[in-house]
C-alpha cells in the first residue's frame, strides 16, 4: 500500500526561498502530496495565492493570525475580499482563532476585537462553505466553539490542539477535525488527543517551520516528519500502520476538498499588498 501523506497545515511563506524550494523538490520522494498553506495576514494570503498558482500541490487557505496585534478594518476589507475573489480555488478560511500566547505575554490584552475578528471570519465561512482552520487552544477553545455553533459551522480544523478532554468531547461531538504535529512523538497531551480523536477526525500537521524537539531537535521543519507522526499514532492506537495512513489520508483529502472541483480555480490578479 502506499503510504501518502498531505499536510494539514504548514506556513509555507515563512521558509525562506531555499528552504521552501527543497521542500517542494522533495515532496514527491517523501509521499507528500499536498500542503495545506495557511496564511498570517494580506500579505501572507497573497504569497499563497501566488506559491498555488505555481505549483497545484499548495493548496492555499487565507486568513489572519490571531497572535499578532488587531488587524485594521481596511486589512480586514481586503482579506474578505480576496477571498470572495477566489473562494472556487480556495482550501479553506485560515488561519484564524483567538490569541492565547499574547495573552500570556500580555495579561491585560482586550478579547473583544480578537472575537470581533474571528466572528467575522466564522460568517464567511458560512457565506462561502469553506473549511475554517482554528488557532484555538486550552480555554480558547470553548469560546471558538460557542462562534462556530452559533452559526451552524460545521466543518472546522483546530488544529495542533491543545486543552482539556471535556472541550476536546465537544469539538469531536460536533464532527470538528483535529489535527497533531511531530510533537506527538514526545508530548503526552498530544499523546491523549490522538488516543481520544478517532481516526475519522484526525489529521497530521507540521505547523512549519515551526521547530520540534528531540529526534527533530536542529532540524528544519520538513513535511516528512509527518511519516514519523502517523508511525506514532498506529502505535498509540495499537493498529495497522497501512490502516492509519489510509485512512488519514483519506480524511484529509476529503475534509479540504483536495482533487475536486473547488480546488481549479483562482482569481488571476489578488487584490491587496502582496
Known amino acids: 500500500m502506499n503510504r501518502r501523506v498531505i499536510d494539514a497545515h504548514i506556513h509555507l511563506d515563512m521558509y525562506n526561498d531555499d ?5 517542494l523538490k522533495e515532496l514527491e520522494g517523501h509521499s507528500v502530496d499536498a500542503l495545506v498553506a495557511v496564511s498570517n495576514d494580506l500579505a501572507s494570503s497573497c ?7 505555481i505549483d497545484s500541490r499548495i493548496k492555499p487557505a487565507i486568513g489572519w493570525h490571531p497572535e499578532q496585534n488587531v488587524p485594521g478594518e481596511e486589512e480586514i476589507q481586503a482579506i474578505l475580499k480576496l477571498i470572495d475573489e477566489n473562494q472556487h480555488g480556495l ?4 488561519e484564524v482563532g483567538l490569541p492565547y500566547y499574547l495573552r500570556q505575554e500580555k495579561p491585560k490584552l482586550k478579547l473583544a476585537a480578537y472575537v470581533e475578528v474571528l466572528e467575522t471570519f466564522i460568517r464567511k465561512a458560512a457565506h462561502t462553505k469553506l473549511p475554517i482552520v482554528l488557532h484555538a487552544v486550552y480555554e480558547d477553545a470553548e469560546v471558538v466553539c460557542d462562534l462556530l ?30 489535527s497533531v504535529t511531530p510533537e506527538v512523538l514526545y ?34 521543519t520538513h513535511p516528512s516528519m509527518m511519516h ?3 508511525q506514532k499514532i498506529a502505535d498509540i492506537k495499537r493498529m495497522n500502520e497501512d ?22 480555480s483562482l482569481s488571476d490578479k489578488p487584490s491587496g499588498n502582496g
Do not use: C
Not at 490522538?194 to 528544519?220: A, I, K, N
Not at 495512513?245 to 475534509?255: L, N
Open 19 to 23: 528552504e521552501r524550494a527543497l521542500i
Open 47 to 53: 504569497r499563497q495565492l501566488e506559491f498555488a498558482r
Open 91 to 94: 482550501t479553506a478560511i485560515g
Open 149 to 178: 455553533e452559533a452559526h451552524s459551522i460545521t466543518h472546522a480544523h483546530f488544529h495542533w490542539f491543545k486543552g482539556e478532554d471535556a472541550v476536546l468531547q465537544r469539538i469531536l461531538a460536533n464532527g470538528y477535525m483535529v
Open 187 to 220: 508530548r503526552e497531551k498530544i499523546q491523549r488527543v490522538v488516543e481520544q480523536t478517532p481516526l475519522s477526525q484526525l489529521m497530521v500537521e507540521t505547523d512549519g517551520p515551526w521547530p520540534f524537539e528531540e529526534r527533530f531537535s536542529g532540524h528544519m
Open 228 to 230: 514519523d507522526s502517523i
Open 243 to 264: 490502516e492509519v495512513y489510509q485512512s488519514i489520508y483519506e480524511t484529509t483529502k476529503e475534509f479540504y476538498w483536495i482533487d475536486k472541483k473547488r480546488n481549479i
